[in-house]
């Protein structure tokens, strides 16, 4: 049964660093590429960043580019998120995703990062 | 990377038909047939619904459907019961990132 459990979350100062993690299991994770979903509380879903299966063209949400890093270790079946000059807006639930085509057909439960001095 | 416009709120009564929209660009929506959607629960993560613009996963009931017409893409839901009550997302490839619709709130009366 595929899973992903994500971790890492917690009370951050604004324009200090976190990073996150999120474990796979239950599927081939070394080809799926992998996705970070992000959601403000009382808002809408939105998409932060995709590390591919083969790490080379990653890309980011604007919001983010520049302050955050996605990476993957396929020997741990992990995906990371590093988000340095954390600012409140990225307060937020971040949910790991991912999917064999265009969409995520696998999400994990979410860890929550709060900004906040 | 602006975020597709979906309805903020839409509703009907048990058995009646809804439809949702979410506009986009030729850069998203009318560029890829990967549109997606997503119904979330209070507290719960996402679940996938429509992929593909009009394919539905096994295990989601066929009232659920979707469909696309140039940057605009629709989900319908027909014989609108209770448990429907939730947040719809619609999702779009867009090169090389992806976008989210703002979400509706969609309400069995």
């Known amino acids: 049964q595929l899973q992903l459990v994500e971790s890492g979350g917690g009370v951050v100062q604004p324009g200090r660093s976190l990073r996150l993690s999120c474990t796979a299991s239950?599927?081939?994770?070394?080809?799926?590429?992998m996705h970070w979903v992000r959601q403000a509380p009382g808002k809408g879903l939105e998409w932060v960043a995709v590390?591919?299966?083969?790490?080379?063209?990653?890309s980011y949400a604007d919001s983010v580019k520049g302050r955050f890093t996605i990476s993957r270790d396929n020997s741990k079946n992990t995906v990371y998120l590093q988000m340095n000059s954390l600012r409140a807006d990225d307060t937020a639930v971040y949910y790991c995703?991912?999917?064999?085509?265009?969409?995520?057909?696998?999400w994990g439960q979410g860890t929550l990062v709060t900004v906040s001095s | 990377q602006s975020a597709l416009t979906q309805p903020r709120s839409v509703s009907g009564s048990p058995g009646q038909s809804v439809t949702i929209s979410c506009t986009g660009t030729?850069?998203?929506?009318?560029?890829?047939?990967?549109v997606s959607w997503y119904q979330q629960n209070p507290g719960k993560a996402p679940k996938f619904i429509i992929y593909?613009?009009?394919r539905r996963p096994s295990g989601v009931p066929d009232r659920f459907s979707g469909s696309k017409s140039g940057d605009t893409a629709s989900l319908t839901i027909s014989g609108l019961q209770a448990e429907d009550e939730a947040d719809y997302y619609c999702?779009?490839?867009?090169?090389?990132?992806?976008?989210f619709g703002g979400g509706t709130k969609l309400t069995v009366l």
């Open positions: 239950g599927f081939s994770f070394s080809i799926y590429g």
């Open positions: 999702f779009s490839y867009a090169g090389s990132s992806w976008v």
């Open positions: 995703a991912t999917g064999i085509g265009y969409y995520y057909d696998s």
């Open positions: 030729s850069s998203d929506v009318g560029g890829y047939n990967y």
């Open positions: 590390v591919p299966n083969d790490e080379i063209s990653k």
């Open positions: 593909d613009v009009s």
